[in-house]
């Protein structure tokens, strides 16, 4: 019998995102040197001020000749289980800090991570050499470490080691080209020197020497700038010492942006690429005027003919030959594009193209007001609506005003697909022989002779498949025995030999499997689509259709990806 007083409580989405969304964040910024005169905390940020921190660890003694009595530590509070409080790091004083991360010699130039309670750090420990100084020690460490959630993903803490390891190469080269590094360090360490001599004579001394460095050292600024960057958007963009540019992006926090609450990690976007093909078109989610104007000064002369050439009607293959590249440079720049939140993968428009309403849309009065200002007279929700059954482009056009009502579709289509109301299905071709059918395997033959493109070995036929649309990728080869070959009689059928040689070509192929959509074969074969439709309306018997996302743009959706 159940209890009617029961009560269940429910996970809020929103609250779920939000605490997601936090692990993504970095708690602080740390710089740690270690040399001769021993380790130091040179900076962090956000730091915290001495009326905000917790007297029980980090007041200090006013008189230096006071003892501490044994039972005091004994029965002292035992430390607390969590370093985390307001979103920031805290319970760690700079001496434990600069003590973890100063590293030894033999772990320089490796991951650095550690995690004390609920909290993980992450850095990539650089040593510097000094050949031909003065000094005793030759070498010098330092460690740019971020603190994040201990429960952050592996994904989100690789990315901030990624950003680590460039901050400090950038040091290590301005410390090579002109001796950047050593001129900040010293100035932190004297005014770490200043504030500590002032706090003894002063025992009402409030005063923070992270907050003074940040006035006179550009490099705490960048760091600064680096830690708020992550936080707000994801995207950094540093010019070390004015010389050296660092430029990383987040993507977890990025893609958020253009579809909020949608975490992207970096593997996901690479099964994307790795399923990229010369058919797929890209879609810039931002102007391409605006695009080109955010490049860096540095940025590839080729990255600025493809977004010149830019056109979402237009597949990859087309743009390459447009834009004068190569095919392999068109897919690494879009995988660029993609990473960053500029771009996202589509297939072409055309009028055969068949677009559903997304399952996660989310339609705000925002977006709809953003709707009715770039679409003047039109209601977002009356037009979204028309989508709510799977719909083809040519079934939405007007054969009497079709030029003028194409370029709106077209547009309103790509205002959509940008903001991720619409996703396109296309159509799957699976073999399902009845009991008068045939068996996939099988190859018709009206002669007794082996089939075009086969080879006779050992008594078997092998037929060699064709690439799948990018270099070096194959299909595996079929071998048939002769026994297997079946004399299809089609004069029961009234089908012509040529149609049943093409199907018996796309079976072996493995195109009728379920896993390969009609632009795709379109693609791979050189076929024209009324080919297609007519294979599928005469062996419709055997042949059965499905409608489904191509499973390279699915992971846009939050509601597909791959498995």
């Known amino acids: 019998m159940k209890n009617k007083y029961m009560v269940t409580f429910e996970v809020n989405p929103a609250q779920q995102w939000n605490e997601k969304n936090m692990e993504i964040n970095p708690l602080s910024i740390i710089l740690v040197k270690s040399d001769s005169k021993g380790d130091r905390m040179l900076f962090r940020y956000p730091h915290i001020t001495n009326h905000e921190r917790d007297s029980k660890q980090c007041a200090k003694r006013k008189n230096p ?68 100084t003065k000094e005793v020690n030759s070498s010098m460490l330092f460690n740019v470490v971020f603190a994040l959630h201990a429960q952050a993903d592996q994904s989100v803490v690789k990315c901030y080691y990624d950003l680590s390891k460039r901050l400090g190469i950038a040091l290590r080269h301005e410390e090579k080209r002109c001796g950047f590094l050593s001129d900040e360090i010293k100035m932190m360490v004297s005014t770490h020197d200043e504030v500590a001599t002032r706090s003894e004579e002063e025992s009402d001394c409030d005063e923070s020497p992270y907050e003074l460095i940040l006035k006179k050292s550009s490099l705490a600024k960048d760091l600064k700038s680096a830690f708020n ?221 082996s089939p075009t493109g086969a080879t006779e070995n050992d008594g078997s036929w092998s037929l060699n498949n064709t690439p799948k649309g990018t270099p070096n990728e194959t299909r595996t080869e079929i071998a048939i025995s002769k026994d297997e070959i079946f004399e299809y009689r089609s004069e029961n059928f009234h089908i012509p030999s040529d149609d049943t040689m093409l199907l018996d070509k796309f079976c072996r192929l493995g195109y009728f499997d379920g896993s390969h959509h009609l632009e795709e074969i379109m693609y791979l074969e050189n076929i024209r689509r009324s080919q297609l439709l007519q294979i599928l309306d005469k062996f419709r018997d055997v042949l059965i259709t499905s409608q489904h996302q191509d499973p390279a743009i699915a992971l846009f959706y939050s509601h597909h990806g791959f498995t």
């Not at 958007?233 to 540019?245: C, Q």
């Open 65 to 132: 000749y006071s003892l501490i009595i044994a039972e005091d530590l004994l029965q002292s509070t035992p430390c607390p289980t969590s370093n985390i409080t307001n979103g920031n790091l805290s319970g760690l004083p700079d001496e434990v800090l600069s003590t973890l991360f100063a590293v030894k010699p033999e772990l320089c130039e490796m991951k650095f991570e550690l995690k004390v309670n609920n909290v993980r750090f992450v850095g990539h420990p650089t040593l510097l050499s000094f050949k031909g």
């Open 229 to 449: 960057s992550l936080c707000s958007t994801g995207i950094v963009n540093l010019s070390i010492n004015k010389w050296i540019l660092v430029s990383f992006c987040l993507p977890q926090k990025v893609h958020q942006f253009h579809k909020k609450g949608f975490i992207m990690n970096p593997e996901t976007i690479d099964k994307c690429l790795n399923s990229l093909r010369p058919y797929h078109s890209l879609l810039l989610l931002i102007e391409p005027k605006d695009l080109i104007e955010s490049l860096p000064i540095d940025a590839s002369p080729a990255l600025h003919r493809l977004i010149e050439m830019y056109n979402p009607l237009k597949s990859l293959q087309t743009l390459a030959a447009d834009s004068d590249l190569t095919l392999s440079q068109v897919f690494q720049l879009t995988g660029h594009l993609v990473y960053w939140a500029k771009a996202t993968i589509i297939y072409p428009l055309c009028e055969t193209n068949v677009y559903v309403i997304s399952p996660d849309a989310v339609i705000s009065s925002h977006l709809m007001e953003t709707f009715s200002d770039q679409f003047p007279g039109l209601c977002l929700l009356q037009v979204i609506s028309e989508f709510s059954l799977p719909t083809s482009v040519s079934h939405k056009l007007n054969p009497l005003n079709q030029s003028q009502q194409q370029q709106q579709l077209v547009k309103i289509i790509i205002w959509m697909l940008k903001n991720h109301l619409l996703l396109q299905l296309h159509t799957y071709i699976q073999y399902m022989p009845t009991v008068n059918g045939r068996h996939p395997m099988e190859i018709i033959s009206q002669d007794g002779s």
